[in-house]
């Protein structure tokens, strides 16, 4: 029995495996794109799939003997197997052609499109590398198709379709090529190598800047204020934030910049103190993004900044969000902790879009909650967002916390927040972010109105 069995698992490994590097062969690849379609429509949550082609294989081939040609199949299925997490699959179809299918797992397309060109880059970076073949080094590159699925209706046999196609596209475009088989996430994908290009430029020539927003109290006196990056792009003008801080978080870079807006900030608040616009306790508040957060040594950048510049970490607010909290909670608390030890607050950010739940928010060591702008900005007209508000303020008194709201722009906005209880207010109607120079003045003018007024 023991020996028919290991037939039939010899005969079931050949119909679904490829004999020459042990990947998946074109019918199991079909079968799991199958399936991963129809959980991906029920899930509504995207995958990709990676049509990988080497450059010039059959001159290769034809040159060295086919033997040669089959060792550089193997050690290239190698490579790709050795890079994969345990969740893809790695296929070859015949010939030189392999693919790579990354299951559904996101419901944002222009997440997962990002991702596959990432994954897509390294793997042609990866297989671009030498090869030892008899005692030489030879060097072969590759084309890849992408192609996102599902889109609209298509089966397997469509997705490998696109995939070929988009492949076409690359070999046309000079080999040694990535392109996707969607024309928008191709645009959207150069927009974003062109972004990440100008990301890195901008931070080896300085061309970021803090803009300031002034915090205000119920008496109308400035409390803080909130610094928000901005980019003068030399062609594209003034990029907002909510454009290059995505890319940035996701190449990585945010580290850098996010480093450099806390120094920044930080020096301000010196500056600040010095020029006296401002007592011992005044208090800058920054965003924090993820990545930034779950770095090692955070709380040692932080304090290690503060001591540096010589500013009392008390001076130094950091905005977080909910769903970075949420994400890995016990680290979250920990990090917290020490920073808050040391005199550093915290606010959560935008608070009322996530899924915070009361009893988690008390274990959180924790100042201040800022009520999200898109609660304030119909909180007059639409009653649930006003009862929204009423909890969130609820909750903030039973917990002990400062309430900011965010986006006031109007007075009405003003005396509803107010009459509500909420104690501080940023928004357009005090003032927008302005630079450094410019809220001195506003300060000093008293220009700011209160909101007893
Ligand atoms: P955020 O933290 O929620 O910042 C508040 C945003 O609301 C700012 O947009 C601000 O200009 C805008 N705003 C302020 N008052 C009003 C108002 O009355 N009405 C309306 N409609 N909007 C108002 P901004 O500067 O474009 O920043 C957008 C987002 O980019 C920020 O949202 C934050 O998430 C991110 N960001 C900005 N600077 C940094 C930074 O230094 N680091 C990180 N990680 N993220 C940043
Ligand atoms: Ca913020
Ligand atoms: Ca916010």
């Known amino acids: 029995i023991t020996e028919r069995k290991h037939a039939e698992a010899r005969v079931e490994h050949l119909a679904y495996y ?28 995207h995958g990709a799939l990676l049509f990988i082609d080497l450059d010039q294989f059959k001159h290769l081939n034809d040159a060295l003997g086919h033997p040669v040609g089959d060792e550089l199949l193997r050690q290239v299925a190698a490579r790709l197997k050795d ?7 790695v296929a070859r179809l015949g010939g030189d052609e392999f693919v790579l299918m990354l299951p559904a797992q996101n419901k944002d397309l222009a997440h997962v499109g990002f991702e596959a060109q990432a994954v897509a ?36 046999d469509d997705v490998l379709k696109h995939a070929d196609s988009a492949l076409y596209r690359a070999k046309e475009e000079g080999r040694n090529t990535v392109r996707f088989y969607q024309p928008s996430m ?26 300031y927003q002034p915090q205000v109290d119920i008496e109308g006196r400035v409390s803080g204020a909130e ?3 901005r980019w003068q792009h030399p062609e594209r003008g003034m990029v907002p934030p909510n454009q290059f801080i995505p890319v940035a978080e996701d190449t990585g870079l945010i580290l850098e910049i996010g480093n450099w807006v806390l120094r920044s900030a930080v020096q301000q608040i010196r500056e600040w103190q010095r020029r006296k616009t401002c007592t011992g306790s005044c208090r800058v508040a920054v965003n924090v993004s993820p990545r930034q957060f779950h770095q090692t040594n955070f709380v040692d950048q932080v304090l290690g900044i503060c001591e540096e510049e010589g500013v009392a970490p008390e001076c130094v607010e950091l905005e977080i969000t909910e769903s970075m909290v949420m994400s890995n909670i016990g680290e979250t608390i920990e990090k917290m902790e020490a920073l808050r030890a040391r005199g550093i607050r915290f606010a959560i950010d935008d608070f009322g879009t996530g899924y915070s739940s009361l ?30 508000v009423d909890t969130i303020i609820a909750m903030t008194s039973h917990l002990g916390l400062g309430v900011i709201a965010e986006g006031v722009e109007t007075r009405e906005q003003l005396d509803f927040l107010r009459e ?34």
């Open 121 to 156: 880059e390294k793997v042609r970076s990866l297989l671009s590398r030498s090869y030892n073949l008899n005692g030489h080094q030879y060097h072969v590159t590759a084309s890849i198709g992408i192609v996102l699925f599902p889109e609209n209706d298509e089966d397997a």
């Open 227 to 229: 610094a928000l990056i």
């Open 18 to 45: 490829d004999d020459l590097t042990e990947l998946a062969n074109r019918r199991l690849l079909h079968d799991r794109l199958q399936q991963e379609i129809a959980v991906a429509r029920r899930h509504g949550v």
């Open 420 to 453: 509500r209880g909420c104690t501080h207010f940023q928004g357009f109607y005090y003032s927008p972010p302005v630079p450094a120079e410019e809220l001195d003045s506003l300060i000093q003018a008293g220009r700011l109105r209160s909101a007893r007024d």
């Open 359 to 388: 009893s988690y928010l008390k274990r959180l060591p924790l100042d201040m909650l800022k009520i999200d702008r898109s609660f304030v900005r119909d909180v007059v007209s639409d009653p649930n967002d006003a009862a929204i």
């Open 83 to 89: 890079m994969v997490r345990a969740e893809d699959t």
């Open 186 to 211: 191709q645009a959207a994908a150069s927009t974003r190598l062109m972004l990440e290009k100008d990301l890195r430029e901008a931070l080896e020539l300085e061309s970021f800047t803090l803009h």
